[in-house]
């Protein structure tokens, strides 16, 4: 089953995304917007990492796949509570050229589609890097989702510490959004 954005389609990670992932994987202009930290990985340990995406039904990972361009990034429902109903959400755009374009919110829209009318979750979780002004403007201005907290000096990053800014959206919100911007016509 594909997740269909009205740009982008969101699916499984498969085999031959391994090589444009490991080099995402190994490019600290990249990583240094994420909030997780990472090592340089060598390709094995790329493969065996999509490998293990099977048997984890609490992280779900997926590829974004835009038309005419391919492959641009991931996005994940990570430590997804089935009790509680909540999981944790995170954004991996590629390549520059790609950011920018619409791509990233139709992605954060896509997921939230899915996360709360086919798996029936409760909220989404996520955090921003108080330096990631643009990841944080669309997820704010765009997608519907609230700051809801900050935690100082949470990340390290280039020999000082940022902020964590802690943002996060409940099923409420993304239909008083679906109903303001009508998004899917």
């Known amino acids: 089953?594909?997740?269909?954005?009205?740009?982008?389609?969101?699916?499984?990670?498969?085999?031959?995304?391994?090589?444009?992932?490991?080099?995402?994987?190994?490019?600290?202009?990249?990583?240094?917007?994420?909030?997780?930290?990472?090592?340089?990985?060598?390709?094995?340990?790329?493969?065996?990492?999509?490998?293990?995406l099977k048997n984890d039904p609490l992280n779900q990972r997926f590829a974004?796949?835009?038309?005419?361009?391919?492959?641009?990034?991931t996005v994940s429902l990570v430590d997804i509570d089935w009790k509680n109903n909540n999981a944790f959400t995170g954004l991996q755009l590629g390549d520059i050229d790609i950011r920018g374009k619409g791509y990233g919110v139709d992605t954060f829209m896509a997921i939230q589609r899915y996360a709360f009318e086919e798996l029936h979750l409760e909220r989404l979780d996520g955090s921003v890097i108080e330096y990631n002004e643009a990841?944080?403007?669309?997820?704010?201005?765009?997608?519907?989702?609230?700051?809801?907290?900050?935690?100082r000096n949470w990340y390290f990053r280039k020999n000082r510490y940022w902020d964590r800014i802690v943002v996060g959206i409940t099923r409420a919100d993304y239909f008083e959004l679906m109903e303001k911007k009508d998004y899917w016509k």
């Open 1 to 52: 089953m594909n997740i269909k954005g009205k740009y982008v389609t969101l699916r499984a990670i498969e085999n031959e995304d391994i090589p444009l992932l490991h080099r995402w994987a190994n490019d600290p202009d990249i990583w240094y917007m994420l909030g997780g930290w990472h090592f340089p990985s060598n390709l094995g340990y790329m493969q065996k990492w999509v490998e293990n």
């Open 64 to 73: 974004i796949d835009a038309p005419e361009v391919g492959l641009i990034g």
């Open 135 to 151: 990841g944080y403007g669309f997820i704010t201005k765009h997608c519907g989702w609230k700051e809801e907290g900050r935690q």
